[in-house]
């Protein structure tokens, strides 16, 4: 009984620290022009330049005019968003996982700066390390959910030699009348993946939680129930 009571302390402590690093609903969305918004959330970790950790994940949105359908096409605007950017934004479907796998060395991006060039085509004259491959159809009174992933702004060539990496996603809606609202946004600040539009980080931790406790319960009662079944055969006991 001790050593399962030490065992789900233990289990407590390491899973209250799975979810430890998560910033739920962080990012600020703004009108800064008709129909353009900017979407941002800046964070500073720990001590100043070099040491300290710079996060500026940001981008800037356009929502065109309904065609005779209804749809709007909503398309990021990479040159009006802060120069300290560097990170990869995507379209993403709730539930999906959001990690290097899925937003690092993609085939397209709904915006895309520096993040993934090597310090060498960063400093070569006339790159353009910025770009956005595609647009979003929407129809009026429906979700928008984007991930991202964002490297500290101190990582080279500005700085430090290791690259830190977060990962998060941003939900919005769009109105009758083609307007965004922030629903909802999460980055994990631990740099570790994170699933797209839920109501936590990899895994659950109160819920696995749940699941050590009641194994444990369960593991208690078989126990008991082997002892008293023994008692029930008098030759057995008398064996003993």
Not at 138 to 158: C, G, Q, R, Y
Request: hydrophobic letters at 40%; a negative charge.
């Amino acid at each position: 009984m001790r050593s399962i009571v030490i065992f789900l302390l233990l289990c407590a402590c390491c899973t209250d620290g799975i979810a430890a690093g998560v910033e739920w609903n962080c990012f600020t969305l703004s009108e800064v022009a008709d129909n353009e918004y900017q979407l941002s959330y800046y964070h500073d970790i720990g001590s100043g330049y070099p040491d300290g950790v710079s996060i500026r994940a940001e981008t800037v949105l356009r929502v065109s005019n309904a065609d005779v359908n209804g749809q709007r096409l909503v398309s990021a605007m990479p040159e009006s968003t802060v120069l300290a950017f560097s990170g990869n934004w995507l379209a993403a479907n709730i539930g999906d996982e959001v990690s290097a796998a899925t937003t690092r060395n993609q085939a397209s991006y709904f915006h895309h700066a520096f993040i993934d060039e090597s310090p060498e085509d960063l400093n070569t004259p006339g790159f353009t390390g910025v770009r956005s491959d595609y647009g979003i159809e929407m129809s009026a009174d429906t979700l928008l959910l984007l991930i991202f992933a964002v490297e500290d702004t101190n990582f080279l060539p500005w700085g430090k030699d290791v690259q830190s990496v977060f990962y998060g996603w941003v939900e919005l809606n769009m109105d009758l009348f083609g307007n965004l609202s922030l629903q909802s946004s999460a980055i994990d600040l631990d740099g570790r993946p994170i699933i797209a539009g839920g109501d936590s980080a990899i895994p659950e931790p109160s819920s696995a939680l749940l699941l050590l406790v009641g194994g444990a319960l369960l593991a208690l009662r078989r126990s008991r129930n082997v002892r008293f079944d023994l008692s029930t055969y008098p030759e057995l006991v008398n064996q003993r």
